[in-house]
């Protein structure tokens, strides 16, 4: 219900309201965490070629479509604060966003330095 409201009346959602779906992925049920894990494919790891397309390694290499959803994944799990339940997390999201099996992908975010237009 709530991804309903997400996707057709998202004004009606404060960030507050949010947050406490967010933190659902970390539920012990699993089912719970992976309609929350839908829920933070819907918000926030929504792909977007335009946000990778200039996006380069310091070797020149160009970066994958899901460089930013990673670091954004990374991100959410620092700020969430819950470190000791990263496998709740991955679990929720595993099956339902592609970047979750991105090794590629996380392999060079990894072993590459960033490049001139990212973040170090």
Not at 16 to 24: A, I, N, T
């Amino acid at each position: 219900l709530v991804i309903s409201i997400l996707k057709f009346h998202q004004e009606i959602l404060s960030d507050k309201d949010c947050e406490h779906v967010y933190e659902l992925v970390y539920s012990s049920h699993r089912a719970v965490a992976q309609a929350a894990g839908e829920f933070l494919n819907e918000r926030l790891f929504l792909p977007d070629e335009e946000a990778v397309r200039d996006l380069r390694t310091k070797r020149g290499k160009k970066r994958l479509p899901n460089t930013p959803l990673i670091r954004d994944l990374v991100q959410f799990f620092i700020e969430s604060e819950l470190h000791e339940h990263g496998s709740y997390l991955v679990d929720s999201l595993i099956e339902s966003n592609p970047m979750m099996k991105d090794w590629e992908c996380m392999t060079d975010l990894l072993i590459e330095e960033p490049g001139p237009m990212e973040e170090g």
